[in-house]
């Protein structure tokens, strides 16, 4: 499946962006999906996660109460409304699968990647 991730920008501290990830086919509304972002320098990190069905969600630490992740049923979609950005909220974001247990989540072990989305916060 093709993601392709849209909706970033530059935004002052303070401000809001939202982010959409759009799938190529309908196998995306079967899977655990979540946002993931790569700081420059720094390792891709998992920021949110939801359900196939979008009841469970699951937040790092630093965006937890600042993003919401978001999907509707069978649309292929997902998005992330980032409220409150932090210059360390800059980097580029990425939408792919995640692992679930049916209580934890991880970063999967994807093969493909989109090309991403530049999020930057200045201060």
């Known amino acids: 499946v093709q993601l392709v991730e849209s909706g970033g920008g530059l935004v002052q501290a303070g401000g809001s962006l939202r982010l959409s990830c759009a799938a190529s086919?309908?196998?995306?509304?079967?899977?655990?999906m979540g946002w993931y972002r790569q700081a420059p320098g720094k390792e891709r990190e998992l920021v949110a996660a939801?359900?196939?069905?979008?009841?469970?969600?699951h937040y790092a630490d630093s965006v937890k109460d600042r993003f919401t992740i978001s999907r509707e049923k069978y649309k292929s979609s997902m998005e992330m409304q980032m409220d409150s950005l932090k210059p360390e909220d800059t980097g580029v974001y990425y939408c792919n699968e995640v692992g679930f247990d049916g209580r934890s989540y991880w970063p999967a072990h994807v093969d493909s990647w989109g090309q991403g989305i530049q999020v930057t916060v200045s201060s």
């Open positions: 939801i359900t196939s069905g979008g009841g469970s969600t």
């Open positions: 086919d309908s196998t995306f509304n079967f899977k655990v």
